[in-house]
C-alpha cells in the first residue's frame, strides 16, 4: 500500500516569495491533516480536512497561508508571502475516520515525508 | 492548549526501563503516541480511548487515567532503535477537531 505523498522534498526561497506544497493521502482515507513542525517542536496543526470540507483551521494564519483539497483527494498548502519564522518541515498526515453522526474518532495518522522550507 | 510532557529529555543504558508521562489541564477524550527518529516523519504507536485503558506495542506499552488527566508510555527493556523523540497527541472533544501535539520527549538509548 503506497504511503502519503508529499513534493518537494526541500525548498529554499527568500522572505515575500510564495511557496507551494502538495499532498496525496493514502487511498481512501478522508482526513488530511497539514502540520508545521519547528526544529524542536511537536507538530502544529495547521489545517484539517475531511473529505473537500475543512474542519479546523483555527491555527492557520489566514493572512499568508491557504489550503484546499479539491475533489476530496490530494491537497496543496500555499504560503504568500512567506517569511524567516516560516521556516520549518511542513507535514501532511492522512487518517481513516469514523464519522458517527456529529462525532468523529480521530485514528492512526500516517504522515508523509514532509518538506524542509527555508526561508532566507 | 499544548498538553505537557515529562521529562523533556532522557538517557538510557540499553536495557533500562523508562516512563514518559503527558498530562493536559483540560479534559482529555483521547491520547495518541507517536515516535518521530531525527530527518524522519512520526510513526504511530498506540491510541487510548478510555480512562483506565491500557495497550501494549512489543515492549511498549501505556496506560490512560482519564481522572487525572495524564497517560503515561512506558518502555521496558530499551533497544537501540527505541531512541528518538516522543510526542503524545490529544483532541479535547470527541468531534475530531483540534489535534494538539505535546512538545516532546527526547529519548537516547546508549549500548
Known amino acids: 500500500e503506497a504511503g502519503v505523498a508529499q513534493s518537494p522534498r526541500y525548498k529554499i526561497i527568500e522572505k515575500r516569495q510564495s511557496v507551494a506544497f502538495w499532498c496525496n493521502p493514502i487511498s481512501g482515507h478522508a482526513t488530511l491533516y497539514w502540520y508545521q513542525q519547528i526544529l524542536g517542536q511537536g507538530p502544529k496543526l495547521l489545517i484539517q480536512?475531511?473529505?473537500?470540507?475543512?474542519?479546523?483551521d483555527s491555527q492557520l494564519p489566514k493572512d499568508r497561508f491557504s489550503a484546499e483539497r479539491l475533489k476530496g483527494v490530494d491537497s496543496t498548502l500555499k504560503i504568500q508571502p512567506a517569511k524567516l519564522e516560516d521556516s520549518a518541515v511542513y507535514l501532511c498526515?492522512?487518517?481513516?475516520?469514523?464519522?458517527?453522526?456529529?462525532?468523529?474518532?480521530?485514528?492512526?495518522?500516517?504522515f508523509g515525508p514532509g518538506t524542509r522550507l527555508t526561508v532566507l | 492548549q499544548q498538553p505537557v510532557q515529562s521529562p523533556q529529555a532522557v538517557i538510557l543504558r540499553e536495557g533500562e526501563d523508562a516512563v514518559i508521562n503527558c498530562s493536559s489541564s483540560k479534559a482529555l477524550y483521547s491520547v495518541h503516541w507517536y515516535r518521530q527518529k531525527h530527518g524522519e516523519a512520526p510513526v504511530f504507536l498506540m491510541i487510548?480511548?478510555?480512562?483506565?485503558e491500557q495497550k501494549g506495542h512489543e515492549k511498549i506499552s501505556a496506560s490512560f487515567n482519564e481522572k487525572k488527566q495524564q497517560s503515561s508510555l512506558y518502555l521496558t527493556a530499551s533497544q537501540l532503535s527505541y531512541s528518538g523523540t516522543y510526542f503524545c497527541?490529544?483532541?479535547?472533544?470527541?468531534?475530531?477537531?483540534?489535534?494538539?501535539f505535546g512538545p516532546g520527549t527526547r529519548l537516547s538509548v546508549l549500548p
Open positions: 497527541g490529544t483532541n479535547f472533544q470527541n468531534y475530531g477537531q483540534n489535534f494538539v
Open positions: 487510548l480511548l478510555k480512562g483506565g
Open positions: 480536512f475531511q473529505n473537500n470540507g475543512v474542519v479546523d
Open positions: 498526515a492522512s487518517s481513516f475516520d469514523q464519522p458517527f453522526g456529529r462525532l468523529l474518532t480521530v485514528n492512526e495518522q500516517f
